[in-house]
């Protein structure tokens, strides 16, 4: 089954904690995302990695950090620098940065 | 730099009836064009996409979007509405060939009403 697991599906974290979001890939995309989205908003990104070992800050990168250390695995970190961390996160790859994404099925932090 | 627009932030059909969610783009180049939709807390699911050739493209669930290079607009468009597509949807866009990645519109709520 290919695809993009992202996981946990909800993850629950006291403020001042870090946390790490893990994202997974089995399509050998060189690419690959996290974006933000909040309640009925649009998406906003906050890294990119077009091939491992090498990423990039998307808009709102501030209190977040990324590894590639494979081509196949993304995890983000949300770091306690983070003001509002509580929202909707998205993992996507693409073969391609032009090419059409593929998104995981998303992890909601709370954070209280 | 490309930049995509969806002017509604919702739109609302009556069941069976056609429905139309705009969106229009800039970008220098040759376009690549894409739709996506989301169900609540879920991730995006790539619908269609425009890379070149026929301006009328055919996607998933029976959406389909044309393409209209002189008024930069890829509109997605489906013939019958049914209460099931009501959902978030993204239309993006990128540059054939170039290293950009895609931008993200900021979405259209589409409600479909029974």
């Known amino acids: 089954d290919g695809g993009i697991t992202q996981s946990p599906k909800y993850l629950f974290r006291k403020e001042g904690q870090n946390v790490t979001l893990s994202c997974e890939q089995n399509?050998?995309?060189?690419?690959m995302y996290w974006y933000r989205q909040d309640p009925g908003q649009g998406l906003r990104l906050i890294y990119y990695?077009?091939?491992?070992?090498?990423?990039q800050k998307g808009d709102i990168a501030e209190g977040y950090s990324v590894s590639r250390e494979k081509k196949e695995s993304f995890p983000l970190t949300v770091t306690s620098a983070q003001k509002n961390p509580t929202a909707f996160y998205l993992c996507?790859?693409?073969?391609?940065?032009?090419?059409?994404?593929?998104f995981g099925p998303g992890t909601r932090l709370t954070v209280t | 730099a490309q930049s995509v627009a969806q002017p509604e932030d919702q739109v609302n059909v009556a069941e069976g009836n056609p429905l139309t969610v705009k969106c229009t783009y800039s970008?220098?180049?040759?376009?690549?064009l894409f739709w996506y939709v989301q169900y609540p807390n879920r991730g995006l699911q790539f619908l269609l996409k425009?890379?070149?050739?026929?301006?009328l493209v055919k996607g998933s669930y029976g959406f389909e979007a044309e393409f209209n290079k002189s008024q930069t607009s890829f509109h997605l468009k489906k013939p019958s509405a049914l209460v099931s597509d009501s959902a978030l949807y993204f239309c993006?866009?990128?540059?054939?060939?170039?290293?950009?990645?895609?931008?993200f519109g900021k979405g259209t709520r589409l409600h479909i009403l029974p």
């Open positions: 996507a790859s693409s073969p391609l940065p032009s090419y059409e994404q593929y």
């Open positions: 399509l050998n995309h060189d690419a």
């Open positions: 990695s077009q091939i491992v070992n090498d990423f």
């Open positions: 970008v220098s180049g040759n376009p690549y």
């Open positions: 425009y890379i070149t050739g026929d301006n």
């Open positions: 993006a866009v990128s540059r054939l060939n170039r290293d950009d990645k895609i931008i």
